[in-house]
């Protein structure tokens, strides 16, 4: 089945949602690319607080929008970390390094004491930046 057919055959809200996920990783990939972090930070806290507009849907769903159209934009862990703490408000999204030889950065969203996106592996990182 066509990725089209598969999307027509949802219903309107997780359409929605789908479609929803998909703008806001758009804008979120380019204000990160435009702007500094530190002033990045400030816009998406004022963005952030206003919260979602009309969002009803429950956790697990906004994860499944999210997760699905990050795989056809190819989207950062960061800009999917962003776009679910905005959908999700009662989240907390947390950026980890690890350091050593290899580092690395990760950001992944825990809810209610789960992590809900971003997957840790075995890798331990250290959580320098969380957004309750």
């Known amino acids: ?9 949802l219903d309107s809200p997780a359409r929605q ?3 929803k996920a998909a703008i806001l990783q ?8 435009v702007l500094p ?14 919260g979602p507009a009309g969002s009803d849907a429950r956790a697990e769903e906004q994860v499944y929008a999210v997760s699905t159209t990050a795989r056809y934009l190819q989207s950062t862990c960061l800009v999917q ?18 350091g050593g030889e290899a580092f690395e950065a990760h950001a992944w969203v825990e809810r209610k004491g789960e992590i809900i996106l971003g997957e840790v592996r075995e890798t331990r990182f250290t959580p320098i930046w969380v957004w309750e």
């Not at 758009?26 to 690319?33: C, E, K, N, Q």
């Not at 972090?37 to 206003?50: P, T």
């Not at 970390?81 to 690890?98: E, F, M, N, Q």
């Open 37 to 50: 972090f530190k002033i990045f930070k400030k816009v998406y806290g004022r963005w952030a607080a206003k």
């Open 26 to 33: 758009g804008i979120t990939r380019l204000l990160l690319s």
């Open 81 to 98: 970390a962003l776009v679910l703490k905005y959908l999700v408000s009662d989240s907390r999204l947390v950026i980890g390094v690890t």
């Open 17 to 19: 949602r789908l479609l």
């Open 1 to 9: 089945m066509s990725r089209f057919r598969k999307y027509m055959a």
